[in-house]
């Protein structure tokens, strides 16, 4: 198994891979706490999609903080 890489660094490779702005600092620690209350508030599959969902509303302007906010709603309310 490989060696785990160090988040930051990958992050930086991944984003210019994409053709992402390199210079953009990555909130790596709010991404992440997005996730895991998607993860454990709805189930460990809404992680990941959630995290997708949630680069589509910041691309389109809206802040980290605010769809942390959204998500933290939406998982502890009952579903519909």
């Known amino acids: ?7 930051e ?8 891979a994409l053709g992402l702005d390199t210079d953009a600092r990555v ?3 709010g991404v992440l706490d ?14 990941p999609l959630t995290t997708f969902l949630a680069g589509f509303a910041l691309a389109r302007g809206a802040s ?9 709603r939406l998982a502890e309310a009952e579903p519909k």
């Open 1 to 7: 198994m490989a060696e785990p890489r160090d988040l």
């Open 9 to 16: 660094q990958w992050t930086a490779e991944l984003a210019g």
């Open 27 to 29: 909130d790596i620690a």
């Open 34 to 47: 997005l996730a895991r209350v998607a993860a454990h508030g709805v189930a460990r599959p809404a992680a």
């Open 64 to 72: 980290l903080e605010h769809v942390a906010d959204v998500v933290a």
